[in-house]
């Protein structure tokens, strides 16, 4: 056994170079479509966004992995997952950076739930549960699955249920301040 999960692979470490460039990019996506996106937008929109933020999170997770692991990355999407894969001394900054940026960036969080229903039955009571934004963790727990969700949405809506989307770009800026700030400390020698 060479010590390797089968969900990981070995990048060349310069890798996370191109990963943080993606991840900047998808995040100027997921902005630009948030900038022109309201409250009252098709949900398609709110869709878009969040494939985009989704994806934008994950690959700045995977960035710093791959810079911090010598090329080690872990594969998947789910972010809780690919957050606890990051060393243990990003914790604190990715909160204190987290902390600082959501007290100042406030925002409505859309709650879009769809269905292919004939009838307009209402959601059943108790079916929205609000997430919790308020650390780093728990932004990365609520939103864990949200990139995967949004781009195959169709698997979750249907005739017999509905299906459930969250959309609160004032979080993801937050969180891809907060990683952006991470991977250029880190990769000045920061943290130790």
Known sequence: MNGKKDNEIFVHP??????????RAFAN????VASNTSIDSDPGEYLAYLVNAGLAIELYLKAIMIAGRNGKV???????????????????????CYSTIRKQKIGEIKITALTLRQ??????????KVPNYAT???AINSLRNEFTHARYFFE??????WGTFYYPPHVFEALVFALDGAYEHYKKGGFG
Do not use: M
């Open 14 to 23: 310069s890798t996370d170079v191109l990963a943080i460039a993606e991840a």
């Open 29 to 32: 996506i997921a902005k630009n």
């Open 74 to 96: 872990t594969l998947g999407h789910d972010l809780t997952k690919l957050y606890d894969e990051l060393p243990a001394f990003l914790s604190d900054p990715l909160e204190d």
């Open 119 to 128: 009838d307009t039955l209402p959601l059943p009571e108790g079916k929205v």
């Open 136 to 138: 780093f963790k728990e």
């Open 156 to 161: 979750r809506v249907n005739s017999e249920d």
